[in-house]
């Protein structure tokens, strides 16, 4: 089980200390790091709980059975996330004041923390797929990237996006109420008709300085 090994390694734990807190020997660690043999299903969950990353980053299953290939291809996958999520779209428990794209973006390259990334994806991507290109030099480490989100996940992209539409809906009709309000001294109790006949006066005066400013350009 080379995941525990990086585990261990990743928090600077010995072997002798990790087998102290899972409550077995150092060579059963060993065995585990060096073998296929697996721990039993409550020493999983402890070793989850240790680490605090889930269970199946630890055995290399579920999304993480292509962990690998989305460490290889990490940029590909990086630019498919940018397409998915919302650019205003925040995580607090993750990654604090910062945009999720822009933590995601750094992770593994100004800010190398390869666990964090995977509590996300355990918590955000419920499947994969990564086809390398057959077009690019294999150095390039280029792949066309299929992403599905989990359902949680999901929900947190529309609240976002419906949060946009809707700070995005025009208010023309508020803010011509408040600079009427404002231009004739708050007096909202005239008539509507002579509130139109005052906001034409100001359309025209607004289009007289645009024109003016137009000229003005042009002569210079």
């Not at 150092?26 to 605090?52: C, G, K």
């Not at 190398?112 to 150095?139: G, K, N, Y």
Request: proline share 5%.
């Amino acid at each position: 089980m080379t995941r525990i090994k990086q585990l261990r390694k990743f928090f600077n734990y010995t072997q002798e200390h990790l087998a102290k807190l899972l409550h077995v020997s150092r060579s059963t660690v060993a065995m585990w790091e060096t073998t296929n043999q697996s721990p039993d299903y409550e020493t999983l969950s402890h070793i989850s709980q240790i680490f605090n990353i889930p269970p199946d980053f630890v055995m290399g299953t579920g999304i993480f059975s292509k962990w690998d290939d989305i460490i290889k291809y990490y940029d590909s996958v990086v630019w498919k996330l940018r397409e998915m999520i919302p650019p205003t779209l925040t995580m607090p428990s993750f990654c604090e004041d910062k945009y999720l794209v822009a933590w995601l973006d750094t992770r593994l390259y100004f800010e190398p923390d390869e666990m964090q990334l995977a509590r996300w994806f355990a918590f955000a991507v419920q499947d994969i797929s990564i086809t390398p290109s057959t077009e690019c030099p294999e150095s390039a480490q280029d792949a066309t990237v299929e992403i599905t989100f989990t359902p949680e996940f999901e929900a947190l992209i529309r609240a976002e996006r419906e949060k946009k539409n809707t700070s995005s809906q025009p208010s023309y009709t508020n803010t011509k109420e408040d600079l009427q309000a404002a231009f004739w001294g708050g007096e909202k109790d005239l008539s509507q008709e002579e509130l139109d006949a005052m906001w034409d006066d100001v359309e025209r005066f607004a289009a007289f300085l645009a024109e003016k400013k137009r000229q003005e350009k042009q002569n210079d």
